[in-house]
């Protein structure tokens, strides 16, 4: 199975601030068949970023998501407070489609 | 408006059984293919399971493998999780999530539920 590790664990960050989180996988994923999801306690995860870099109905443009084959990244250019939360990627290339383990993005 | 509602969580036995069902609604269900995932407190989300639009195609998570059962009722727009054997470690909140693009399977999670909370203890 394609295992996929994010990093870092936390990010601690003021709103405003630019984040950068980091999605690398074991093997190369076909088609770039990655996604993020952004999940608040007690509430539905909720799709960002689809395709590696396709924003979902409704993301806002500071939202963004790029790269390909085992590395991936999700950009939130200016942090609003809306945006703290557990961010997670996922494959949907090859069975099983797998997440990484999380990143925690933190008021400083 | 999408929505995913599950339910059928609750207390179990370490050994025992448990169904969880997803009633779906607005949109036509027979379109799209579903997904259980779960998330063990404290822990990150773990895809488990997943059924293509027509019922055909299932596939399960390792740790899941031959206790977890995955099926629908398109005539009812229902999803269901049947599972048995349950561990401890099976502790979690269980989302419904619908995937988008063509009932396959082979694509993301645009529309999830709020869980339903099952926990194995004695």
């Known amino acids: 199975e394609i295992v996929l590790t994010q990093s870092p664990g936390t990010l601690s960050l003021s709103p405003g601030e630019r984040a950068t989180l980091s999605c690398r996988a074991s093997?190369?994923?076909?088609?770039?068949?990655l996604a993020w999801y952004q999940h608040k306690p007690g509430q539905a995860p909720r799709l960002l970023i689809y395709?590696?870099?396709n924003r979902a109905t409704g993301i806002p443009v500071r939202i963004s998501g790029s790269g390909s084959g085992t590395d991936f990244a999700l950009t939130i250019s200016r942090l609003e407070p809306e945006d703290f939360a557990v961010y997670y990627c996922q494959q949907y290339g090859r069975a099983p489609h797998t997440f990484g383990g999380g990143t925690k993005v933190e008021i400083k | 408006e999408v929505q995913l509602l599950e339910s059928g969580g609750g207390l179990v036995q370490p050994g025992g059984s448990l169904r969880l069902s997803c009633a779906a609604s607005?949109?036509?269900?027979?379109?799209?293919?579903l997904a259980w995932v779960r998330q063990a407190p404290g822990k990150g989300l773990e895809w488990v399971s997943l059924?293509?639009?027509?019922?055909?195609?299932?596939d399960y998570g390792d740790s899941v493998k031959g206790r977890f059962i995955i099926f629908r009722d398109n005539s009812k727009n229902t999803l269901s999780l049947q599972m048995d054997s349950l561990r401890a470690d099976d502790t979690a909140v269980y989302f419904c999530?619908?995937?988008?693009?063509?009932?396959?399977?082979?694509?993301?999670?645009?529309?999830w539920g709020q869980g339903t909370l099952v926990t194995v203890s004695s």
């Open positions: 093997q190369s994923v076909p088609s770039n068949w």
């Open positions: 999530a619908r995937h988008g693009g063509n009932g396959a399977g082979w694509d993301y999670l645009d529309n």
């Open positions: 059924i293509d639009n027509s019922g055909a195609y299932t």
């Open positions: 395709g590696a870099y």
């Open positions: 607005g949109f036509t269900f027979t379109n799209y293919a």
